[in-house]
Nanobody, 124 residues
Framework: QVQLVESGGGLVQAGGSLRLSCAAS????????MGWFRQAPGKEREFVAA????????AYGDSVKGRFTISRDNAKNTAWLQMNSLKADDTAVYYC?????????????????WGQGTQVTVSS
C-alpha cells in the first residue's frame, strides 16, 4: 500500500520559514517524480513545486519562485519543501504527490498518489 505522509506544517509569522517533509512508503521512491500542491480555503488546488526522480530537474509555481525550494533524498524515501519569506497568501493545506510522468509536472491529474496534507498558516 502506497503512503505519502506530510509533516512540518504549522503556524508561522509572515517572513518566517517552514520545512515540509513528505515520507513515502510502499513504492520504489526513486522511480517517482514528486510534487507539492496547495489548496487555500475557497480556492482550487494549485501547483507549488516538483522534482524529478533524479533530483536534477525542478519546477516551481510562479507565486513561490525564489522563495521555496524542493529537494529529495532517495535513500530516505523523503521529499522536502523549504519555504522561506512566507506570506499570508501562502496559507493553505499542502499536499505531496507522486508521479512517474515528468512531461507536465504542473498538472494534478498526472499524479498517481497523494498524501493527506498538512496545514500551513501564515499570520500577517
Amino acid at each position: 500500500q502506497v503512503q505519502l505522509v506530510e509533516s512540518g506544517g504549522g503556524l508561522v509569522q509572515a517572513g518566517g520559514s517552514l520545512r515540509l517533509s513528505c515520507a513515502a512508503s510502499g513504492l520504489t521512491f526513486s522511480n517517482y517524480n514528486m510534487g507539492w500542491f496547495r489548496q487555500a480555503p475557497g480556492k482550487e488546488r494549485e501547483f507549488v513545486a516538483a522534482i524529478r526522480w533524479s533530483g536534477i530537474s525542478t519546477a516551481y509555481g510562479d507565486s513561490v519562485k525564489g522563495r521555496f525550494t524542493i529537494s529529495r533524498d532517495n535513500a530516505k524515501n523523503t521529499a522536502w519543501l523549504q519555504m522561506n519569506s512566507l506570506k499570508a497568501d501562502d496559507t493553505a493545506v499542502y499536499y505531496c504527490a507522486a508521479t512517474t510522468i515528468w512531461v507536465t509536472p504542473r498538472l494534478q491529474n498526472m499524479y498517481n498518489y497523494w498524501g493527506q496534507g498538512t496545514q500551513v498558516t501564515v499570520s500577517s
